[in-house]
Nanobody, 123 residues
Framework: QLVESGGGLVQPGGSLRLSCAAS????????IGWFRQAPGKEREGVSC????????NYADSVKGRFTISRDNAKNTVYLQMNDLNPEDTAVYYC??????????????????WGQGTQVTVSS
């Protein structure tokens, strides 16, 4: 099971850090990614990190503002989100898969998903 946390309401320009924790299995052998879905919009891949943490990739819309990282000792993956804007408002989901994927692989559906956490950017 994957559980996201850290969402909330933040003003434009603010920051949030999302966490994705696993229970019942270890994340060591899984690539972990973040997706988001805003109302009325398709789900968008945001970022992905390989099992070792040695490879990462980001959607163009978040490059330079978001950073994905992992702490395998804590069985947790993080998404640091800076300089948030209203277009970042969405439900954010983490997902796990044995295979590393890129956000441009829109056809790829990871095997395990969390329940999502709401991020709202508004003044």
């Amino acid at each position: 099971q994957l559980v996201e946390s850290g969402g909330g309401l933040v003003q434009p320009g603010g920051s949030l850090r999302l966490s994705c924790a696993a229970s019942g299995f270890t994340l060591d052998y899984y690539a972990i990614g973040w997706f988001r879905q805003a109302p009325g919009k398709e789900r968008e891949g945001v970022s992905c990190i390989s099992s070792s943490g040695g490879s990462t990739n980001y959607a163009d819309s978040v490059k330079g503002r978001f950073t994905i990282s992992r702490d395998n000792a804590k069985n947790t993956v993080y998404l640091q989100m800076n300089d948030l804007n209203p277009e970042d408002t969405a439900v954010y989901y983490c997902a796990a898969d044995p295979v590393y994927w890129t956000t441009s692989d829109t056809w790829y559906v990871p095997e395990y998903w969390g329940q999502g956490t709401q991020v709202t950017v508004s003044s």
